[in-house]
Structures are given as structure tokens and as C-alpha cells.
């Protein structure tokens, strides 16, 4: 475990563990590289070196002021890569995570990237626009900022008892543990970076990030996706990769990775032993 610092001065927490083939993680808003454990433990105890950092102003990084958008996500992301020196990597997003991962292999990936995963990610762009018109309105998410402003600490509350884990369903075995974990993660991080990249998660267009990777990407999405719906992401980015794979799983919620980690984790294994 280290920092890294960038051009502007933010420093970059990362982990390192292990050998072998690196698998580079990209956690979801507002949380950190934590949300990775399950994934982290898996990979590693199969013989890979896992790579997971905290983006700015979250978790363990710097809380700077300035840089919460997706190119600076990205930048970040290739000076962790660099400064470990990460080569044939295969990249794993989830949520926002999916969005910093695409543009990471998009625009600094060349030569260093073997796969990408893409994991109830918010590609190609969230917000409803002409261009986009089964998005979702920009009022939800001014309610996000409004809430956030209002009561950071309850409305990481809120989330994760309900939409994220689909801790809301009639079904669901909710657990304790994992909400408090989702809600410990998220306030360590910073108000300010967690109100700005609101808009980055929701108004960046992922379009042409899609359309320029050519690496072998996996897109994997649950259909009962309340945070980020699958009809207006996985559905439409899965036409826009040259060398693109989409499984759905039936009934599956956004925090898929944490609730259904004995399903996921094997299904991203396969998909990284995979020749090609």
C-alpha cells in the first residue's frame, strides 16, 4: 500500500498485493477501494496481483478541491499504472468505477491493457438529454446533491438500506454489516469531491471512449439495476464496443459484486483466463 501523487498535487492511496497478471479495480461512488474486498481476496488467493486505489477526494486519497471529473479520474488512474509499472492489465469498473475505467482505456490504456470489465457501470451517459431520451432526468440527480448538502450522513444511510444492495425488495436479505460498510466508506471520503462527481458519474458522455476501445471488454449488469438502470447503459454500450460481451443477470442488483460475490467472481475469473 502507497500514495502516489499526481501533476496537481492530489495524492493517490493505492493497494498493491500479490503477483502474476495485474487486475486493476475502479470503485463506485462515494465509496473507495474497499468496496473491492471480496474481488480482492478472490484474485489474489488465484495467483494474481490485485491493484486497487481510492480516486480523489475518496477514501484514503487527498480530499483536494479541484478535479472531479472523469478526465481527471482517468489521469489518475494512469499514474497509479505507471507509477507501478502495470502492463497487460485487465481493468475492472463498477458503477462510476466503469466510467474512470472506460476513459482509462480509451485515452492512456494503449500497450498496458489486455481486458476491461465493465460492472453495473454508468456508460455510455446517464442523464436524459435529446440524444439520450430514455435517461434519467437531471432532477434526480439535483436531488442527490440536494440530500447530500442536507445530510451527507443519512443519505449514506439511506442508499445503501435500500436501492444499492436492493435491500428495498420484499425478499431481500439485508444485511447489517454491509450497509454500515458501504456508509464507513463513503463519509471517510469528501463532501466536496462526493457533490462534484455527481455530474461526472451522470453528464459524462462515454460515446466515443466506447467506441475507441478494441480490447476484449465484459459488460456485466443485474436487470433489477435501481441506481444505474440497464436499459440506458449495458444495453446501449454493449453497441457501441467493437469486442464487447454483455451478461445479465436476471433479478440482480447494483451492488451485485458484494451480495452475489460467489456468482460474479467466478464469471470475472473466466472471462480473464480466457484466451483472446
Not at 471480496?38 to 488467493?45: C, I, R, Y
Not at 466503469?98 to 456508460?123: D, M, Q, S, T
Not at 440530500?147 to 443519512?154: D, F, H, S
Request: some cysteine; charged content about 20%; overall charge negative.
Amino acid at each position: 500500500m502507497g500514495f502516489v501523487k499526481t501533476k496537481d498535487g492530489a495524492e493517490i492511496f493505492y493497494k498493491d498485493w500479490g503477483h502474476g497478471q495485474p487486475i486493476v479495480f475502479h470503485h463506485g461512488w462515494p465509496l473507495s477501494s474497499d468496496d473491492w474486498d471480496a474481488q480482492l481476496m478472490f484474485f489474489l488467493e488465484k495467483g494474481f496481483r490485485v491493484v486497487a486505489h481510492d480516486r480523489r477526494g475518496h477514501g484514503r486519497s487527498s480530499q483536494v478541491a479541484e478535479g472531479h471529473d472523469m478526465d481527471h479520474y482517468a489521469s489518475d488512474a494512469a499514474v497509479v499504472a505507471e507509477h507501478l509499472d502495470l502492463r497487460n492489465a485487465v481493468h475492472i469498473g463498477h458503477s462510476t468505477g466503469g466510467g474512470e475505467a472506460a476513459r482509462y482505456v480509451a485515452k492512456h490504456g494503449k500497450g498496458r491493457v489486455a481486458k476491461l470489465v465493465l460492472v453495473g457501470a454508468v456508460p455510455p451517459i446517464m442523464v436524459k438529454t435529446a440524444a439520450n431520451p430514455g435517461g434519467l432526468p437531471i432532477e434526480v440527480f439535483d436531488d442527490f446533491r440536494k440530500n447530500l448538502v442536507a445530510n451527507r450522513a443519512q443519505f449514506f444511510l439511506d442508499i445503501p438500506s435500500g436501492p444499492f444492495y436492493g435491500f428495498n425488495r420484499p425478499d431481500a436479505k439485508v444485511s447489517q454489516g454491509v450497509i454500515q460498510n458501504w456508509w464507513r466508506q463513503a463519509m471517510v471520503g469528501g463532501a466536496k469531491a462526493h457533490y462534484d462527481s455527481i455530474k461526472a458519474f451522470s453528464e459524462t458522455d462515454f460515446t466515443e471512449d466506447l467506441k475507441s476501445i478494441t480490447v476484449p471488454t465484459l459488460i456485466l449488469h443485474g436487470s433489477d439495476d435501481q441506481i444505474v438502470p440497464i436499459d440506458d447503459s449495458a444495453k446501449l454500450a454493449i453497441k457501441l464496443l467493437k469486442n464487447g460481451t454483455l451478461k445479465i443477470y436476471d433479478g440482480y442488483p447494483h451492488g451485485m459484486c458484494t451480495t452475489h460475490a460467489d456468482v460474479i467472481n467466478p464469471d470475472l475469473l473466466a472471462f480473464v483466463q480466457a484466451a483472446g
